[in-house]
């Protein structure tokens, strides 16, 4: 960081998404946990999770490989699960397979509210080390709500 650098804010080091998904809670907390469903909707649309392997109880790891649809690319992360209160919120920690800032862990915490049949899901990472990846963190994670809310509709419509 340059001495002109403004050191981040404790807002600047945090990533908060809320997205209101038309389907009941139970259900959305099914596609978050059941590795078979992640892995339909897990990472954005350029990455889509190609591997989800998760030991769902508290201190047990998790582990995902998104693979790039168009440079092969596969981008390794995991962590380790340290809170679970069904079906309202999840808290694990959150790492790239990648040296330097990447490779930091981070908390997330995902919280879902039953609303009228609907759920409100507040998702929140943190710590970020840079806006750069904290913005990065933010596009791939919409992106990736952006394809859960079209499984979600896909699964609602099997039904």
Not at 27 to 41: D, F, G, I
Not at 47 to 63: E, L
Not at 109 to 129: I, N, R, W, Y
Request: aromatic content about 14%.
């Amino acid at each position: 960081m340059s001495a002109s650098a403004a050191p981040l804010t404790k807002a600047d080091r945090e990533l908060i998404i809320r997205r209101t998904f038309d389907a009941p809670r139970d259900l959305v907390w099914k596609c978050w946990t059941t590795p078979e469903m992640a892995r339909q909707w897990w990472g954005p649309i350029e990455y889509p999770a190609n591997y989800i392997d998760m030991d769902f109880r508290v201190g047990g790891k998790w582990r995902a490989c998104l693979h790039g649809r168009d440079d092969g690319k596969d981008l390794w992360q995991g962590g380790v699960i340290r809170e679970i209160e069904p079906p309202r919120r999840i808290v694990y920690t959150f790492k790239w397979d990648a040296d330097g800032e990447r490779g930091m862990d981070t908390l997330v915490t995902v919280e879902f509210a039953e609303q009228d049949g609907k759920t409100l899901m507040t998702f929140h990472q943190s710590p970020f080390q840079s806006l750069n990846e904290r913005d990065g963190h933010g596009y791939g994670w919409g992106s990736t709500f952006d394809r859960f809310d079209h499984y979600l509709g896909h699964v609602i419509a099997q039904k």
